[in-house]
């Protein structure tokens, strides 16, 4: 992907709004307001407990071995971006934090990780930088995955891929799952989560190259991105998909632990979910339908930051700690994560084989998935964003019959280079 040499407005003003978030957060971190180095290395996280609580797991082997208390805070996922943003603004950021993205309020006050990439297999290319400075470390990986209800496959006497020799294309994919519908008079063939996330991955196995800009930052995509879009649109008729997960924000998690949809494109993260809160019927992961390509979308599922302060350092030692092969392998296992350190044996003590699925479509994607990634992660270093998410809510206004699929591939393209710009 092509980088400008130019900085385009949008971008200059937001990396000056982000130097001056930095002058000021840094000119308040050394401050003994702050907080006691002696007191628990306070961590913000959210849905340890959903994913077995690996982090409060580790941090109390961490105590154990140390006598340094890591206290794990667990908020709202909703709520964890507003609480960050509001501790920056009153110097009260904690010492660590596990994010969904970083933040340009608070950019400028996390800590350099460099030292701890240093001839580790981290994979840092889903890390965010400050020039050559890695300023967060990838916690685990996710990616979009298919589930089915096993039950209802078994009883409707239809075979699913069980090995990479026998993956569905999309149409074959849609053919099987319309025949365990029809004879086990389940209501929903299919859901999707509501995000561009999960569509991505579709638009990926048809060849979508998603949306680049150029090196004037106007952005377009391919014809194959059309397509894509044109079979989404053809599978959300009410019958084989509810129109109400895009439309009305039903919740396609709760639809599909109903009982009643045979199939679920959601991620990874749902494994441990599914382990624990499902017991009315089996499920599997079962790999990705292609269409033009074999791919999933995939990245960093979070991202660790350290924050300056009284306890940078002992957040930092932590970290490092936790990080090592031994211990990250523990978290991995405990949480049920798709590790984000290369060459790892993780032994899962649960549906082993739904990682291996994972893992095996990650390896299979092309390089456009990374690309994209790093694409979006530029432009997170840049403190540039978009005002929501063009590609699912424009996509939702194409469902919803407000406009074809012209128009919503040039509403995006048009949002994107308005809002992003070109890259520097």
């Not at 943003?85 to 010492?95: F, T």
């Not at 950019?107 to 840092?124: C, F, M, N, P, Q």
């Not at 405990?334 to 003590?349: K, N, Q, R, V, W």
Request: hydrophobic content about 40%; glycine content about 8%.
């Amino acid at each position: 992907m092509k980088r400008s040499g130019k900085t385009p407005l949008r971008s200059a003003v937001a990396l000056a709004a982000v130097a001056a978030a930095a002058v000021s957060l840094a000119g308040c971190s050394s401050s003994t307001d702050a907080g006691s180095s002696d007191e628990p290395i306070q961590f913000f996280l959210s849905g340890d407990a959903n994913q077995g609580g690996g982090y409060a797991h580790m941090a109390e082997k961490y105590e154990e071995e140390t006598g340094v208390e890591v206290e794990i805070v667990d908020i709202a996922n909703d709520d964890l971006a507003t609480k960050l943003r509001n501790s920056a603004q009153a110097n009260d950021l904690p010492a660590i934090a596990r994010v969904g993205a970083v933040d340009p309020v608070w950019r400028g006050a996390t800590v350099d990780l460099t030292d701890i990439t240093e001839g580790s297999e981290i994979r840092t290319e889903l890390s965010d930088w400050d020039g050559d400075k890695v300023i967060s470390l990838p916690s685990d990986i996710t990616a979009v995955g298919l589930f089915i209800n096993k039950t209802l496959f078994d009883e409707a006497g239809v075979a699913y891929p069980t090995s990479e020799d026998d993956i569905w294309t999309w149409e074959e994919y849609v053919a099987a799952v319309k025949q365990v519908q029809a004879a086990t008079g389940t209501s929903y063939g299919m859901v999707m989560d509501k995000s561009s996330h999960r569509l991505k991955a579709l638009m990926y196995e048809f060849g979508s190259d998603y949306f680049q800009p150029n090196d004037d930052g106007e952005f377009s995509t391919n014809d194959d991105t059309t397509r894509a879009l044109e079979f989404f649109n053809d599978l959300n008729d009410d019958s084989f998909m509810p129109r109400s997960v895009w439309l009305s924000d039903a919740d396609g998690n709760a639809l599909f632990k109903s009982g009643d949809v045979v199939s679920y494109v959601s991620g990874s993260w749902q494994i441990a979910d599914f382990a624990v809160n499902i017991a009315d019927f089996e499920w599997a992961s079962v790999y990705m339908p292609t269409e033009k390509e074999r791919a999933t979308n995939y990245g960093n599922a979070a991202s660790i930051v350290v924050f300056e302060g009284p306890q940078q350092e002992a957040a930092h030692d932590f970290i490092e700690w936790l990080y090592e092969p031994e211990n990250y392998t523990e978290l991995s296992e405990t949480s049920s994560f798709i590790p984000a350190i290369d060459g790892l044996d993780i032994e899962y003590a649960a549906h082993a084989d739904a990682f291996d699925i994972y893992n095996q479509d990650i390896a299979a994607s092309p390089a456009i998935v990374g690309d994209i990634k790093a694409m979006e992660l530029q432009y997170g270093a840049q403190g540039v964003t978009t005002e929501g998410d063009p590609v699912r809510d424009e996509t939702v206004k194409y469902l919803n019959g407000e406009q074809d699929v012209t128009a919503t591939i040039d509403s995006i393209n048009a949002q994107f280079s308005d809002q992003l710009g070109a890259l520097e």
